[in-house]
């Protein structure tokens, strides 16, 4: 099979992928604005579920794009365990081809600008896509209102955190930052812009950043309850479910 094939499968899954975040979000404010709060954290569970898995088939695309840098290397890469180990390969091997040097130099060989920017990379990485790689994972195990232990036999305190925390204000700025990540990685890899416009994509990435940790989620959500209550939405949405008895 060819790689623009290939490539192409996965840049069709993440075509789709970002329909289906735009439309779950669509209806989860409508569920917060009319203060439907079991089925807006339906939907934001839903949301993350979705959003994770744009992370990896963007990751994909990453791999399979025949101008990518890595792609002679796409096995080795593929060959990890896991996502987060894929994306922080992806990233070394994209260095080490930047510099022309061997795998096992970065990030100690780099050059000090391009070590601050590994290291950019790798912290968005591993502070963003990662946790919620590992949230989706729980969430694909049913654990939508308690997530539990690997042994399924207790609930995890660390993954319960994670959940109650994460907001669909928090998704939205999670996927802005995404995408500044994303086309950073994209011109290391693929466009050769790398050093040209990396500081103009971490400008935009730290920017989100700095949202998130001021957390303006309850504002946000206050505000969008404000708007209901003059002006009713116009969408038409099914009635509040009733809850199962056991």
């Known amino acids: 099979m060819s790689s623009f094939k290939v490539w192409k499968y996965h840049h069709s899954n993440s075509d789709l992928l970002e329909i289906g ?67 922080r390969k992806l990233v070394d091997e994209g ?11 970065v990030p100690r060989g780099l050059r000090s600008s391009n070590k601050s920017r590994h290291t950019e990379i790798i912290t968005a990485i591993d502070d963003h896509v990662v ?23 207790t609930v995890s305190q660390t993954k319960m955190q994670h959940l109650r925390t994460t907001s669909l204000w928090h998704l939205q700025v999670q996927h802005n930052l995404f995408g500044h990540l994303y086309k950073a990685v994209y011109d ?18 730290h920017a989100a950043t700095a949202r998130l940790k001021r957390n303006g989620s309850k504002d946000w959500e206050a505000m969008l309850q404000r708007r209901w209550q003059r002006r009713p939405a116009r969408m038409h949405l099914p009635p509040a479910t009733k809850r199962a008895i056991p």
């Open 95 to 105: 260095f080490a081809q930047l510099e022309g040097i061997r795998l096992s130099l």
């Open 21 to 87: 975040f735009t439309t779950t979000t669509r209806y989860c404010k409508e569920f917060i604005r009319q203060g439907r709060q079991r089925e807006a954290d339906s939907q934001t569970r839903l949301a993350a579920v979705n959003l994770a898995a744009l992370f990896e088939s963007r990751l994909m695309e990453l791999i399979f794009h025949e101008d990518s840098a890595v792609y002679a290397d796409r096995g080795r890469i593929l060959a990890c365990a896991t996502m987060s180990g894929t994306w």
């Open 188 to 205: 290391l890899l693929i466009a050769k812009s790398f050093e040209r416009d990396f500081d103009k994509h971490f400008n935009n990435l």
């Open 131 to 153: 946790p919620l790689i590992e949230l989706r994972n729980a969430l694909a195990h049913g654990g939508w209102e308690y997530t539990l232990t690997d042994d399924r036999m």
